[in-house]
């Protein structure tokens, strides 16, 4: 499993914005996930459920598309999938993805440009903690490229946060 970006992961990552940029549009948080197979097809997208899961403040899209792909999948599968993200998975994301079993994750923003972007707004009280050292600490490798287009990935958050409260 490459642990370098290609152009595929690229053109995957601008699709996890659009599900993040569709999400805002649905009046939830600008964040989306996508997951892709090993035969590199689109099988699952999810947007943020913050709002349209009743004010869940674990609705992250990533934990999410997680928990569903963990139900559609098998662990030995999962591992030769890619989830692609607008943010990197906070801490609870990450280990949503470490027990579902996904293999690789791709994403556009770090937690550390989010935290310096949002500060402490009560609907998003960034948890700073890299997920690779979430991965790192478990049993078995996952994959992690990102940050990638940060600011591309940047703009999707800038205005939503500085006119939502």
Request: proline residues 4%; contains cysteine; negative net charge.
């Amino acid at each position: 499993m490459s642990h370098t970006a290609s152009d595929d992961d690229l053109v995957f990552l601008r699709h996890a914005f659009s599900v993040a940029d569709q999400s805002r549009l649905a009046g939830d948080h600008p964040f989306g996930a996508i997951l892709v197979d090993g035969q590199g097809e689109v099988v699952m997208t999810q947007g943020n459920g913050f709002s349209s899961e009743g004010h869940d403040m674990t609705a992250h899209a990533e934990r999410l598309l997680a928990s569903r792909a963990s139900k559609a999948y098998s662990a030995s599968a999962l591992r030769d999938f890619t989830l692609y993200s607008s943010a990197e998975p906070c801490a609870m994301c990450a280990g949503a993805i470490y027990w579902a079993g996904i293999g690789r994750v791709v994403y556009g923003q770090s937690e550390a440009h989010l935290k310096a972007m949002t500060g402490n707004h009560p609907e998003n009280p960034t948890l700073d903690l890299p997920c690779r050292l979430v991965f790192a600490a478990g049993q078995r490798d996952t994959v992690v490229i990102g940050p990638l287009l940060e600011e591309e990935a940047a703009d999707l958050q800038r205005s939503f946060w500085e006119t939502h409260s």
